[in-house]
């Protein structure tokens, strides 16, 4: 019999686990994943690491620790060299999903440090490091879509290097990451790169943008602002995927893509639901199209295992719909540009929060442990 999860990916989307610990990897539970869910990757950050890593119920780290600690291990060392440890060893568990989709999944992402978001050389410097150091070919380096990470994607594509471009949530910034990824392909191109083993995902996020937009409804408290209620964020992400279609279809995208490029997958991501009135599986079931990547938390992830309605591509015959949205959202007052640019900086300090918090955490072990 077939479950959700299967379904999901006949339709063509990638089930990815947002979520990653060295208990997970050590148990078999990833393993489990991949055999019983349907999961062919896996994206962490900064605070799905922090949460692993200062869990007091796991002790998988505490002989790592004491290792760096002897050695006199900075709490960044510490921190990379575990990070990196794990992320390695989740590419080596899914190394057979990589061979078997065609090096197409099996992708498991690290982040470069969250302090970075605002240097370009920084991130190119550290993207360069995790891709030496972890050295899997289905490694993904993370890498925010602010302002400055843009050249700095488009570099590290261009040196060959497979990126996931994080924190995405406007369609004129989504149209800038795709700039990106062709600039730095023919970068690569140029320089005699194998354009076929780059790959990129670009994460679209969709449940924080209901959040802050349902917020601001709110506020306004009219029916007409009531009545468009956690539409904005399904109705942005179905208008990155026609995005998607349209530039990949275009002259330059195509000539690229006959060079034996591959197209940088939209990415679902921030996809577990926060507001308890709505369908625990509305970010799966209402975003189902033909190439794309779901990262689920691992409560997403069962919720559609158990009762996740699948009826095949949900996204491309909702454009005029989804464009309808934002035409009645600035209609009521919303000002979405300031939405998404509120929603990047907010991400970004969060990250950045989680990242000194494990930090100190780390310190503390590490000191603990000399």
Same mark, same amino acid.
């Given at each position: ?75 960044? +060392? ?7 440890? +794990? ?27 969250? +302090? ?8 190119? !410097? ?5 891709? /030496? ?22 570099? !590290? ?44 995902? /670009? ?28 539409? !904005?964020?399904?109705?942005? !992400? ?96 919303? +000002? ?31 000191? /603990?442990?000399?």
């Amino acid at each position: 019999m077939s479950t959700p999860t299967a379904d999901l990916a006949a339709a063509g989307v990638s089930i990815w686990l947002d979520d990653l610990s060295r208990t997970r990897i050590n148990s078999g539970n990833l393993q489990q994943l991949i055999e019983t869910r349907n999961v062919t990757g896996v994206t962490t950050n900064p605070t799905i690491f922090a949460n692993a890593i200062t869990d007091a119920n796991d002790t998988s780290y505490d002989a790592q620790v004491h290792e760096l600690a002897a050695s006199g291990a900075s709490a960044v +060392d510490a921190v990379f060299a575990a990070t990196t440890q +794990d992320v390695g060893a989740a590419l080596d568990v899914f190394r057979p999903v990589w061979e078997a989709s065609g090096h197409v999944d099996g992708r498991v992402s690290i982040e470069v440090s969250p +302090d970075l978001a605002h240097d370009t050389e920084g991130t190119v !410097a550290q993207a360069k490091d995790l891709w /030496a150091r972890i050295d899997r070919p289905n490694l993904l380096v993370k890498i925010p879509a602010t302002k400055a990470g843009l050249p700095a994607i488009a570099e !590290a594509i261009g040196a060959g290097i497979s990126v996931n471009v994080t924190l995405i949530f406007s369609l004129e910034r989504y149209a800038e990451v795709i700039e990106a990824y062709l600039t730095g392909l023919e970068t690569a191109k140029a320089a005699g790169l194998d354009l076929s083993s780059i790959h990129s995902v /670009a994460s679209f996020f969709v449940s924080r943008v209901d959040t802050e937009t349902d917020k601001r409804l709110a506020a306004i408290g009219t029916d007409e602002a009531e009545a468009l209620r956690s539409k !904005a964020g399904l109705a942005n !992400a179905r208008l990155a995927y026609e995005l998607f279609e349209k530039t990949f279809a275009g002259d330059r995208a195509k000539a690229l893509l006959d060079a034996g490029a591959n197209l940088q997958r939209p990415l679902w991501a921030s996809t577990g639901v926060k507001d308890p009135n709505l369908p625990d599986t509305l970010y799966v079931t209402e975003l189902v199209a033909p190439g794309v990547v779901n990262t689920m938390p691992e409560k997403t992830l069962e919720a559609t295992f158990d009762h996740g309605v699948i009826t095949g591509d949900t996204v491309t015959s909702t454009y005029e719909e989804s464009h309808e949205v934002f035409t009645r959202l600035k209609a009521v007052g919303i +000002d979405f540009d300031d939405v998404t640019q509120v929603l990047e900086d907010e991400g970004v300090a969060k990250f950045i929060d989680s990242w000194h918090g494990l930090l100190a955490q780390v310190t503390e072990g590490l000191e /603990a442990a000399r």
